[in-house]
């Protein structure tokens, strides 16, 4: 059985299904389905892939932030523990390029680190566990609510293009999305909208007019206030004692805020992508590529907003790089190179991810703090840079 006619055979015996349900078995399948576009075995990421993300352009990135996390446990106060917890690690690549960086460059802040993924995906954790095996300072965990249940009181939470992969529900001017099954083919139909998306839209999105479709990422929603729980409640007891957590969340995603829709933008945001290809429609070969919605920071930030979490700033890819690296001139990226052909390869690799030609003006990065004083926790080289006023 294919995963179209595993789908197909779900419509037909429990009628049209939600649009989110759509989306999530064609990105993850389900426990007795063919794998999904995320569960296969074959290599989805890099170039070979349909897709690449920061983490694929250069070990830079992650030596930038490795950077940047050293620098918020140095405002936590140093602590003898802290734990950075990754949303959808993908191939481990982000998590390599911190801990070898920080050891290399911090060794105090190294000794430091419990890294702890999150990743759904069976397959994906079993890759993860192979690569990671020699690190006794690197855990694997099916649920968010799993890593934080190990974690100690100072906690670093990351997540690269996390949410944009997290199914969500469409409408459009004739009601909420449903797909069905006619004739061999996926059509769409459409019923009044459930109380959760009518709420969502409400407060953070606008009525869709005529030939015009909204995201209702309600399953982002519940996922942004499990963090925001699980952030407040207390940590495991140390000493005896037992701590309220805090520490730092950094969301690097494209997306945009409330206003933006206003303004008419980032209406209807579903996109596919096969062979680093726009694809035309999701309900072309489901499994086979790569369906991503656009973040919307506004409804996010209420939710963790929700749990104490205090959003500090909401900036571009390119502002929040700079920021970083501009005291040591970005020598994160050239270090190692001995050749100029290298050098020039390196600077090319570095001009993607921060130049509005590349990813860094499509993506954005959400800063938020969890039980710390807004003006210090704010006080950080990643956030020198902030033009936008903090209107997420």
Known sequence: ??????????????????????????????????????????????????????????????????????????????????????????????????????????????????????????????RLQQKFAANDNVTLHDTVESAFASAGRHVLVFGNEFFDALPIEVLDHRGELRIGVE??????????????????????????????????????????????KALGAPAKPLGGEIDVRRGYCVFIDYGYVQEEMFAGRHLGTVTCFRRHTIADSPYEAPGEQDITVHVNFTALAAAARAHGLEPLAWLTQAQFLMGIGEESQFAEAFEGCLLPQEHAKRALQLKHLITPEGMGESFHVLVMAADLDKAKAAQLSGLKFVRRSNNV
């Not at 909208?193 to 995201?215: C, G, L, M, N, W």
Request: net charge negative.
């Open 1 to 126: 059985m294919t995963l179209r006619e595993y789908i197909e055979n779900e419509i037909r015996t429990c009628g049209p299904i939600l649009f989110s349900r759509y989306m999530e078995l064609c990105l993850y399948g389900a426990p007795d389905s063919p794998p999904g576009f995320y569960t296969r075995v074959r290599e989805q990421f890099g170039k070979s892939g349909d897709f690449y993300t920061s983490s694929d352009v250069h070990a830079v990135f992650g030596r930038l932030l490795a950077r940047q996390f050293e620098e918020m446990w140095r405002v936590l106060g140093s602590p003898v523990q802290i734990d950075i917890i990754e949303l959808g690690p993908g191939r481990g690549f982000f998590a390599q390029d911190v801990l070898d960086w920080a050891a290399k460059k911090y060794p105090e802040f190294s000794q430091a680190i419990c890294y702890r993924m999150v990743e759904t995906s069976a397959p994906l954790r079993d």
């Open 183 to 228: 004739d061999g083919r996926f059509v769409e139909c459409f019923i009044p909208p459930s109380r959760e998306v009518t709420d969502y839209i409400q407060r953070f999105a606008v009525r869709p007019d005529e030939h015009q479709r909204v995201d209702a990422p309600l399953i982002a929603q519940a996922y942004m206030d499990r963090i925001g």
